[in-house]
């Protein structure tokens, strides 16, 4: 047997796994970087987070990456060209990572990378009938792998499409193994770029399990804060905070066919992005509307959508927590603004329940490392969406 193939079994036999999870999101802003230790899988995983760091990404290399990034026509020599890039981008900083915590790269099992998404394309979004739902994330495993030395699971997103998904949200499969409780209806909340949310019965039927994106999370808010104000992210909303939100601007952004599109649906930049929000000011006769104002009303327009998407799925007549996680759970505009719409939810950072909220993500895919591993095949019901399916390619530094 290869000897790499040896060393992935006695990795699945062993009673506690050390996993790096690496997470870069939308929003570009840095990776992170998560050391998960498991054991258990299912419904019996057992998870805690040793150690986790964001390393912020230079402004060069975020510029390398817009070049393509949710672009229908690129340079297809720059795409050629990151995949490889980013991989060793990502096997460097995790070596960073573990060089300022002192641990040796042999004392880590696995590294489980979801890549740097550069285009998402749902059916819901290219409308193509004869192609099916497809999403693309660069930053190939095996240069992470021969970069760090560690066997490297990646491209999650791949094998949900094979099974009929639209690659997104996968927050569902680690939301269900690690935050379920009897008892409890939980709403697992992600604000990156786009939100996302994960429905958890508390009778902890994995056919109820229920996940679907609700628009904009912070990625128009980001995007506007770059163009007007030069900055990365309205932080703690305070330019938004400044200006006043404009209605009928609020409620052309809110036309989109998304919105009252089924649920579970995904999208990304590529349906909001600075152009979507020029056409909803031309349709509204607010093309001359201060930046702070557009700030404050596209503040707003993330945080309505969100509500007007959880209070569509669920029950007037049960209860429900929210756990926060995600850059939008440090927008005090976005929270208050979701207690006030949704005033019978109780709210709480994913923190008080043993995970940083900004962690989260990246832990997602340690987990998902984890069950293909050694998990069995965890039955979501035959609904669309949820497809029941292990994930990740696996690479060999060798």
């Known amino acids: 047997m290869n000897s790499n193939l040896t060393k992935l079994f006695e990795i699945a036999q062993k009673p506690t796994r050390r996993i790096i999870g690496l997470m870069s999101g939308t929003s570009m802003d840095g990776l992170d970087v998560a050391l998960c230790r498991f054991s258990g899988s299912g419904s019996q995983t057992q998870i805690t987070l040793e150690k986790f760091d964001t390393i912020t990404f230079s402004e060069d290399i975020k510029e390398e990456i817009r070049r393509i990034f949710a672009k229908k026509e690129i340079d297809f020599q720059q795409l050629c060209l990151l995949n490889p890039w980013i991989g060793q981008l990502h096997g460097r900083l995790v070596l960073q990572c573990l060089d300022k915590w002192k641990i040796e790269p042999n004392e880590v099992d696995i590294v489980a990378s979801h890549g740097q998404t550069v285009f998402h394309a749902p059916k819901i979004l290219h409308k193509l009938n004869k192609f099916p739902n497809a999403t693309l994330q660069i930053g190939d495993g095996d240069h992470i792998a021969v970069t760090t030395g560690i066997i490297t699971l990646s491209d999650f997103r791949q094998k949900h499409c094979a ?51 609700t628009g904009p999370g912070n990625t128009l808010i980001d995007a506007f804060a770059r163009k007007f104000f030069n900055l990365p992210y309205d932080e703690g909303g305070k330019i938004a905070a400044s200006g006043k939100i404009h209605e009928e601007l609020l409620r052309c952004l809110k036309k989109d066919p998304f919105f009252s599109a089924p649920f579970p649906k995904t999208t990304g930049p590529e349906l909001f992005s600075l152009e979507y929000v020029l056409l909803a000011q031309q349709h509204s006769g607010t093309t001359s509307l201060s930046p702070e104002d557009l700030m404050a009303t596209l503040t707003r327009f993330s945080a309505e959508t969100i509500a007007e998407a959880i209070l569509k799925v669920c029950k007037k007549e049960e209860s429900y927590h ?59 019901g035959s609904r669309e969406g949820v497809p029941s399916v292990s994930m990740g390619k696996i690479s060999f530094p060798a």
Do not use: W
Request: hydrophobic share 45%; proline share 5%.
């Open 163 to 213: 099974a009929g998904g639209e690659g997104a949200p996968l927050a569902v499969y680690g939301d269900y193994f690690v935050f379920s409780k009897q008892g409890e209806n939980r709403l697992m909340l992600n604000m990156g770029g786009i939100a996302n949310f994960t429905y958890l019965p508390g009778n902890l039927n994995s056919h109820e399990v229920f996940v679907t994106d």
């Open 322 to 380: 929210l756990y926060l996680s995600g850059g939008g759970m440090h927008n005090p505009l976005i929270i208050s603004a979701l207690r006030e719409l949704m005033p019978d939810y109780p709210m709480a950072v994913t923190d008080s329940l043993g995970i940083s909220g900004d962690a989260k993500e990246a832990v997602l895919f340690a987990i998902l490392a984890n069950e293909t591993l050694c998990g069995g095949l965890t039955d979501f």
